[in-house]
């Protein structure tokens, strides 16, 4: 697998199955976990699926840090935005939930007009179905109860869910979800290869519905090339010494002078031509 196919792979990853538990509000502000995931691309011509990447997410003090490399995303509900820091670059950058959502307004409006032109053309059936789906997903669910699998089947899109034990509260679901449906509109946004938000946001949906927490996603997609990944989660009950020492540096470095901040269409910019050159 070449290094771009990866990046687009995390990219999208992140943004359909990356799993978060953010405290924010009373008892469960106080306190913090730590999230690794690992992924695995089933679609790569192997006997097994090949482990292509990781995250580390941690959940401190009403925030969110996601970290991929050498970029830490700070999910910060209280002020409604995220704070991108590319280390390797020096650069940050800071954009509004109101801007994800006018961002994406526009590129669903440009992805209906695509659709219709799609449509006159030959062989474009299946291409069509994958994209009107990400537009506007309609799913069946499957739980066995017993097995605590969740399954969403479509004729384009299915997830596999393994789901762990109740959570310690039904705050702490929800609270997580919030996070999960923003860094799935994030995602779409800052990444043009990557899905359209909302079938995440309905597994989303489904799964604060029916009180589930999700340790392993599978996601299987009908397109050409096919996609087809999945996540393993552990989760840290607690932050360590490093942990601590992490989230200390990231905040010193929004501080920093060393840091230039761009706007969020600069930042994206980089990003994307950092990938063509991969």
């Known amino acids: ?4 196919r990866t990046a687009l792979l995390q ?7 990356a799993f978060a538990v953010l405290l924010t509000h009373g008892n469960c502000q106080a306190q913090e976990f730590r999230i690794y995931t690992r992924l695995y691309d089933h679609a790569a011509d192997a006997e097994s699926p090949p482990f292509i990447g990781c995250s580390v997410s941690m959940f401190h003090a009403g925030k969110v840090y996601d970290k991929t490399g050498s970029e830490v ?7 409604r935005q995220f704070t991108i820091i590319d280390g390797a670059r020096m650069l940050a950058t800071t954009v509004t939930f109101d801007q994800i959502l006018h961002f994406l ?9 695509y659709v219709a032109h799609l449509r006159i053309k030959p062989g474009t059936k299946q291409a069509v179905e994958v994209l009107e789906f990400q537009l506007s997903p309609k799913f069946q669910a499957n739980l066995d109860s017993g097995q605590r699998k969740l399954t969403l089947q479509s004729p384009a899109f299915r997830y596999d869910i393994q789901c762990g034990q109740d959570t310690k509260s039904a705050e702490v679901l929800n609270v997580y979800l919030r996070y999960a449906d923003w860094i799935a509109r994030l995602n779409s946004v800052m990444n043009p290869q990557s899905f359209f938000p909302a079938p995440r946001i309905a597994l989303n949906k489904t799964l604060r519905n029916r009180g589930l927490l999700p340790l392993k996603v599978e996601l299987q997609v009908r397109s050409n090339p096919p996609f087809h990944v999945h996540a393993e989660h552990t989760i840290h009950w607690n932050l360590d010494r490093k942990d601590r020492s992490d989230i200390h540096h990231w905040e010193t470095m929004l501080r920093s002078k060393d840091v230039k901040y761009v706007t969020f269409g600069e930042y994206r910019q980089t ?8």
């Open 11 to 17: 990219h999208r990853w992140i943004g359909l199955v």
């Open 271 to 278: 990003v994307l031509v950092s990938q063509s050159k991969r």
């Open 1 to 4: 697998m070449n290094s771009l």
């Open 105 to 113: 307004k526009l590129a669903e409006n440009e992805a209906q007009q």
């Open 73 to 79: 995303i700070i999910f910060e509900p209280a002020l």
